[in-house]
């Protein structure tokens, strides 16, 4: 492993370190809109059939939708197994690699009861006693029928599928005439766009090191925790319209603000102030016909 792969690691320590309970409030808060949204469209999670697509280790938001009452499931291409054994880690060593099995070890043995009780607070509900139903693999290849599922959601997944259009006709496939699919993608253009952990926090804590937006500018910090496939706004207004038919169009929050410098603003005159400063994006739909 190179000097700056262990440099990196290191910044996602500290930063886990520090807010790994940070972590578990921001999830609750999207967990929180996620169902507003849904009760303003006269849905209730309960007994709802949902999929979270791209569910994570942590597979926080299948644990809320299941202790909410839907009958959910989560599926990641990353080994889901919330118990602690050899035969885990081997098994994602085989399908990941070391570094992956390294990082589930950490975040198991450090990491996860502070995040999940941190949690269990916030939402005042137990969650780490809770089996939900869990599966390992790629959407396309799981086994599940047209037509299934009620919901279809995710979290800052579909920038790290290389195939988005694939994905998006896979939701169409699976939700029901009438089902929702709510997407949340972390726009590339942004300021923490290029997942360098360094600009997890860029309006709180600023990076000295990294410089802002490099990852669309010198890229002279290349090595980020997972790939991400680099597409923009309207790359993915374009796939997901012809998939689904949206009824909203969600702008998350805006940051970096203050560091979008005129000199920086002018060596960026191809993406609008708008993409460089704007989080990500919610697309709610149904699917087409």
Known sequence: MSLRRLRLYGSMVRYANAHNRDFASEHWQFFQDLRARLAARGRSLEGLR????????????????????????????????????????????????????????????????????????????????????????????????????????????????????????????????DGIAYLYVHSFTSISGGHHIAWKYPDTEPSSVVPPWDHLRERRFPDIPSWVNGLREHDYRAIFERHLAIGHWVYTKREGERLLTPEIRAELKNYSEHELLTKGFICIGTPRP
């Not at 999940?116 to 939900?132: D, I, N, S, T, V």
């Not at 800052?156 to 694939?166: Q, S």
């Open 50 to 177: 949902v999929l979270e697509v791209g569910c994570g280790k942590a597979y926080w938001l299948t644990l809320l939708l299941h202790a909410f009452g839907a009958r959910v499931t989560g599926i990641d291409t990353e080994e889901l197994d919330p118990r602690r054994t050899p035969a885990k880690y081997w098994s994602i060593f085989r399908r990941n690699g070391l570094e992956r099995a390294a990082r589930t070890l950490i975040w198991d043995v450090v990491y996860a009861r502070p995040y999940y009780r941190e949690l269990e607070r916030q939402c005042g509900r137990p969650l780490r006693g809770l089996k939900p139903d869990l599966r390992s693999g790629e959407l396309g290849s799981v086994g599940f029928a047209d037509g299934e599922f009620d919901l279809i959601v995710s979290h800052e997944v579909f920038e790290h599928i290389a195939d988005v259009d694939a994905a998006t006709a896979q939701v169409r496939r699976l939700l029901r005439p």
